[in-house]
Nanobody, 111 residues
Framework: QVQLVESGGGLVQAGGSLRLSCVIS???????PVWWYRQAPGKQRELVA????????NYADPVRGRFTISRDITRKAVYLQMTSLKPGDTAVYYC?????WGQGTQVIVSS
């Protein structure tokens, strides 16, 4: 059974940085791309970034140039480095792999 565990969220001031981690256990790592999504209060879940095991990345327009997604095949982990954070980045961030989702990690950016 596949499990995704996110960590690294927290409270940060605008302009600050955070690094989210998603560790994937079970299943076959690398069978699918890994996606980061986020959901702000009262809003729909939206795609943030994705990475294939080959290293190809994709970003949503609101985060392009500020966020960097990467993967560590040895550790079966995917990271989301977030810089120049804005209050609008406040959300619960979820890792998504295949048909599975993590429990989410809260990011709060204060102005």
């Amino acid at each position: 059974q596949v499990q995704l565990v996110e960590s690294g969220g927290g409270l940060v001031q605008a302009g600050g940085s955070l690094r989210l981690s998603c560790v994937i256990s079970g299943g076959t790592f690398g069978a699918y791309p890994v996606w980061w999504y986020r959901q702000a209060p009262g809003k729909q879940r939206e795609l943030v970034a994705s990475v294939t095991m080959g290293g190809d990345t994709n970003y949503a327009d609101p985060v392009r140039g500020r966020f960097t997604i990467s993967r560590d095949i040895t550790r079966k982990a995917v990271y989301l480095q977030m810089t120049s954070l804005k209050p609008g980045d406040t959300a619960v961030y979820y890792c998504h792999y295949g048909a599975d989702w993590g429990q989410g990690t809260q990011v709060i950016v204060s102005s």
